[in-house]
């Protein structure tokens, strides 16, 4: 299974952005699919999630500005990220949790994608 982000790029303070991420391969169901992001200087943080019911949490520093979707029929998860600050500078990953299908096997797995960096200029 690979997570394909798509969406970064660099935009001045208080503009927007919208991150796509979509998982494809042989993907059995997908559990929770999140967004972390990794300030420069600092570690990896959670910044939202969703399951597959559609219920959603955030750091609290972005509630009210982020909101988290996803489309199950594309396995895609979404961040449309609004009244964005320099703070919010960072490569961003999504991740899924799920099961995927290898040889015949059912497994739970835990994927990553590759991370899109956001750049917020002031």
């Known amino acids: 299974v690979q997570l394909q982000a798509s969406g970064g790029g660099l935009v001045q303070a208080g503009g927007s952005l919208r991150l796509s991420c979509a998982a494809s391969g042989s993907i059995v169901s997908i559990n929770t699919m999140s967004w972390y992001r990794h300030p420069p200087g600092n570690q990896r943080e959670l910044v939202a999630a969703i399951t597959s019911l559609g219920y959603s949490n955030y750091a609290d520093s972005v509630k009210g500005r982020f909101t988290i979707s996803r489309d199950n029929t594309k396995n895609t998860v979404y961040l449309q990220m609004s009244s964005l600050k320099p703070d919010d500078t960072a490569v961003y990953y999504c991740?899924?949790?799920?099961?995927?299908?290898?040889?015949?096997?059912?497994?739970?797995?835990?994927?990553w994608g590759q991370g899109t960096l956001v750049t917020v200029s002031s």
């Open positions: 991740n899924a949790d799920g099961r995927s299908s290898e040889g015949g096997s059912i497994y739970y797995m835990n994927w």
